[in-house]
């Protein structure tokens, strides 16, 4: 037998605990513990059941919406439209004096009644309602008091992962309101005995002294001389950025200060398929920037190699120390590899697509999806390759596929497909050869559509290329399937512990064999009793 004894350090008293109870105590918390993952699933059906985001968008409830806000009554009651987490009930709100105050996507978040003045389903404090008007571009102010309230849901910082699962696992069970994961941002502006107005069409405002940027403070911006920058487009377009500005001394990614002189030939430019990343350049000093961060100035100069990205999932950037990407997922800027264009002159021919004269390298882009044990997106790639096929001579573009789904070109004997599609076409190489010659006249003169072109690739009619990979830019993803392996290591660990309680005979014995042996078998024990 075995037992455990533990000694007081104050005195000789032995506490010993029996294996069957540790046993006893084991079988309780994996009881618990299964029982707290079927309340927690069931919470969660509960909740999402909770909604009344369904019953208030149904046509035979007669919901009356607040024209052109996120504004809805229903049954005596208000709601606000939070996308990404449905509808809250706005509790406090008079539903015979609520209003709108101002139209316009910009106000579409503001409203207010009687008492108080709201912001999504939030009441913003201090302001008088009957004096509250809209500023535009998501400001409002009562004279005395001004905010600033985004139009845009966000996840609501302030409420941490443990407190959300918590407080969604009151509401199932009527026990707690519905969380808040998703707001309306909202800030207070200093105050001020100078008015604030809004200006340059964007998120600013300005009392003449200080300016904010949604809401946020632009340190020294002087907003007299504050101006939007230019944003350049890969069709030529030029228009006023909406997030990188200037004041003649200062330049400005929103409300943060860069480290940079303002000066004339600074713009903004976009990438196609990542217009979610901002990049700024300094054409003088030869440096960029990816939103407020900067590239190392120690390798400048730097250069886009291209703004167009139907297969890009990366900006890239080269100098003569290497090719530089901004990895969205450390949030740092990374060096994919060596320079390919260092030596020579190369031109990008077609989008995406580099020649020499002799060499031919072009960007692709890829995604790794885990296995059904390890779900979810694990990684995005931007690939430089150069073409590794034996045609030989110069490229000659022979026409445009209509629509401008891609470029029909020659090199030699041998016809290309350029793609301009992409992978959100379910299109995944950038370059195809044309098995059949006689697919071009088709390819120039027929109206095609992207699913044409889809089976043009499925038949082996646009055959992939041959390639050789250069360089790879990599962004890799956390592990969407955390929790399922932590559950499988607890329930593993769980197992084994019963393995070895087994093994070492710790396990409780059953009810028969814990009896006297006297008692263990009555008949046997009544004919031992009567043996001479």
Known sequence: HFRI?????????????????????????????TLLSL????????????????AIDRPENNTQGTLGTIYKQYQGQIYA?????????VDQADAQSFRSIADGFQNRQFAVDNKQVYCGNLILPKLDPAQTVSLGNGYISDGKHTFYC???????????????LYQ??????????????YIYPSFELAPSAQPYRSMLERVIASNGQQTYFAGQLMPQANPNTLRAL???????????????FADGQHVYYQQHLLDLPDQSDLYSITVDNISQQNYLIAPKQGLAYVDHLAFDPQHAPYRLISTHGAHVLHGLFISQAGVYYYDTQTQRIQRAGDNPFAIGQWDEIAPLIFSNGQETLYVESSERWGSNKNPGLQSRSTHIYQLDESSTGHWQKIATVDHHFGEVWKKGEVFYYFDQLGPTQLIRQTLYRIADPTLVQQL?????HPNDIRKLIKSEQLVPVKKQKILTATSTYADASIVIKATLIIFAVLLLLFKLLHKFKLLPQTATDSKPAKFRNPLRASKQRNKP
């Open 5 to 33: 004894t533990i000694v007081s350090p104050h005195n000789s008293q032995k506490y010993i605990a029996s294996p069957m109870k540790l046993t006893t105590w084991l079988k309780l918390f994996v009881i618990c513990l």
């Open 39 to 54: 309340i927690i699933c069931i919470s969660f059906f509960i909740g999402m059941n909770k909604d009344p985001n369904n």
């Open 81 to 89: 439209s939070v996308p990404s987490n449905g509808v809250y009930k």
């Open 150 to 164: 985004a139009n845009m849901s966000e996840p609501n910082q302030t409420l941490g992962k443990g407190t959300q």
């Open 168 to 181: 969604q696992l009151l509401y199932a069970w009527d026990l707690a309101a519905k969380p808040q994961t």
């Open 230 to 244: 230019p944003k350049r487009y890969n069709d030529g377009d030029v228009r006023d950025s909406h997030v990188y």
């Open 444 to 448: 120039i003169s027929s109206e095609y």
